[in-house]
């Protein structure tokens, strides 16, 4: 599934161009940026040509301090090979989320942010896709990162869901699934979180009851035993049936199985 582009805007401001900064004046907010990754940060270094360095790009505040935008791989480099000037790109009168909105664009196309750093910062910037997935999470206790009990690694697959069927979609999705699964790792499985929603999204105003739902894909199996099974059916066809847009299919097509078995054909779902 081809991901939606976001639209990042920002107020019409004073930027200076090739401005020469003292590296170790420079700060960096973490709600505005990319966690550093000093291997990277570290390898960089080693091949640094400082003449091709270009500038970083910058945020100077009213109060004059600066922080970095874009470009804090190259500020820590410098910093590790003791190089005390660097070249800058700064941005005048921007707020702190305007300063993540900044490095959203600046990132779009090159340098591209992890999924996990760019819901981290959208959530800094603002944007609603972020905010509104953020706030359905929290009345789940959950998080986004690495797999667990409470959180859910599947970054991307958890925004799409927002994006495409809404927050509402998204917190029965996740209410249905702990309802039939418990607070599991495998509960918070990105295809089963999407074939869920899938299913909710098209055919929720049908379905408005939840817990016979969960009730349903309980008896279907374990949340370890539905990610077998769709696997196995979504790979199936072959090699090229096997990506993730498949298994969310086959996930969806399971669900309405689930919810059909029992039922009289004219209660039935019919597969969209």
């Known amino acids: 599934m081809a991901k939606k582009r976001y639209d990042y ?7 200076e161009y090739g401005v020469e900064l003292a590296v170790n004046s420079l700060k960096i907010d973490v709600e505005a940026q990319r966690t550093l990754n ?5 390898a960089i270094a080693k091949g ?3 003449e091709a360095m270009g500038a970083i790009v910058v945020s100077r505040r009213p ?3 600066t922080y970095i935008v874009d470009g804090m791989h190259r500020h820590y480099a410098c910093q590790f090979l003791g190089i005390e000037k660097i070249m800058a790109e700064v941005h005048h009168g921007l707020s702190q989320q305007e300063e993540a909105i900044l490095f959203l664009i600046k990132n779009r196309e090159s340098s591209k942010p992890s999924a996990l750093d760019e819901f981290k910062v959208g959530l800094t910037a603002g944007v609603p896709l972020f905010v509104d997935t953020y706030a359905v999470l929290q009345q789940h206790n959950l998080e986004l990162g690495a797999s667990s009990t409470n959180s859910i690694g599947a970054v991307s697959g958890v925004l799409r869901i927002t994006q495409e ?3 509402v979609t998204l917190d029965r999705t996740l209410t249905v699934v ?4 418990g607070r599991d790792r495998s509960t918070w499985d990105g295809v089963l979180l999407s074939g869920v929603s899938e299913f909710l999204g098209r055919h929720g105003d049908v379905v408005d009851d939840d817990a016979l739902l969960a009730e349903k894909i309980a008896k279907a199996g374990h949340a370890a035993g539905w990610i077998g099974t769709v696997h196995a059916q979504a790979s199936g066809g072959g090699m090229h049936n096997s990506g993730t847009g498949s298994r969310i299919s086959t996930c969806y097509r399971l669900v309405v199985d689930a919810w059909n ?10 597969l969209r």
């Open 38 to 42: 000093k291997r990277r940060a570290e």
């Open 48 to 50: 640094l040509v400082k």
């Open 178 to 181: 702990e309802k039939a699964w």
């Open 9 to 15: 805007k920002l107020p019409d401001h004073d930027v």
């Open 63 to 65: 109060n004059g301090d």
């Open 261 to 270: 078995k029992g039922r009289r054909k004219g209660s039935r779902i019919e």
């Open 165 to 167: 069927h809404g927050q």
